[in-house]
């Protein structure tokens, strides 16, 4: 049986359509994905970057997903914020239709939903906001950590759930990321990250940061756009995984 992954990004993080990411490094990594999770306002983006990255999107092929986060430009969308479950679910309700409303106009449509930074985290473990999530994304697939509350609530929801793991970011022992900032938190050497999905694609396994294997299952690998090198470092990967006989295609 021939090994098959995606290979998403986390696109669309300007605040500018005329931004140098825009038409630099989110167009270089459309060309090598197959999946863009695009940011929807609340992190990251507006909505003339992301009518550009769908056009993109849509013209080179590529999957778009609504990357959705707590309301919090601030932080990047990288602080926990205790938002009462009604208002999250409100929240990813009104990115995901931004995001549909805008990819409708520009000849693509949002397949699937990924949450972004400390809300990817938080649905881990946190149902409620687990549950915000569910509940606010209608009957969109959802891209999740393996054994993840929030894949755990959309599977009983009837909802199509996708394991995700992650070229550029370390492994803890129970399968959870390193939190950034820690040491271990980021791989960068392009030979690593290329091994390391190949590994995931094939094996299942992934090189911990104390150096023993972690299993982990997925059906998409990550790269992040904001990783120093990042189209370097995804060009190696599909590079690696095109040559060892592995199908790149879009889950959704």
């Known amino acids: 049986m021939v090994a098959r992954i995606d290979l998403n990004c986390d696109l669309g ?18 060309g090598i994905v197959t999946s863009a999770n695009v940011a929807c306002g609340f992190h990251a983006g507006d909505e003339r970057v992301m009518a550009h990255v769908c056009r993109t999107a849509a013209a080179r092929g590529v999957s778009v997903g609504a ?15 205790d938002v009462p479950a009604d208002e999250l679910r409100e929240q990813v309700a009104t990115q995901v239709e931004i995001l549909r409303r805008i990819a409708q106009a520009n000849g693509a449509r949002v397949a699937y939903v990924k949450p972004h930074g400390a809300l990817y985290n938080a649905v881990v473990h946190h149902e409620g906001h687990a549950r915000a999530v569910v509940d606010g994304i209608g009957d969109l697939p959802v891209v ?3 054994g ?45 990250v290329a091994e390391r999905v190949l590994r995931i694609a094939t094996r299942g396994l992934v090189r911990g ?7 982990v299952e997925a059906e998409s690998v990550c790269v ?4 120093p090198g990042a189209v370097a470092l995804a060009a190696r990967v599909r590079s690696v995984l095109v040559g060892a006989g592995v199908e790149l295609r879009a889950f959704a």
């Open 144 to 146: 999740g950590l393996r």
């Open 224 to 227: 992040h756009s904001d990783t």
């Open 67 to 81: 990357h959705v986060s707590y309301a919090d430009r601030e932080n990047f969308g990288r602080r926990f914020v």
């Open 148 to 192: 993840s509350a929030v894949l755990a609530l959309a599977r009983a929801r009837g909802l199509r759930t996708v394991t995700e793991a992650f070229a550029d970011r370390g492994y803890r022992a129970d399968g959870t990321l390193v939190p950034r900032g820690e040491p271990g938190a980021l791989v960068t050497d392009e030979d690593e």
């Open 209 to 215: 940061a104390d150096g023993r294997d972690v299993a």
């Open 13 to 30: 993080e300007d605040f500018d359509a005329w931004a140098p990411g825009v038409d630099g490094l989110d167009a270089q990594l459309l």
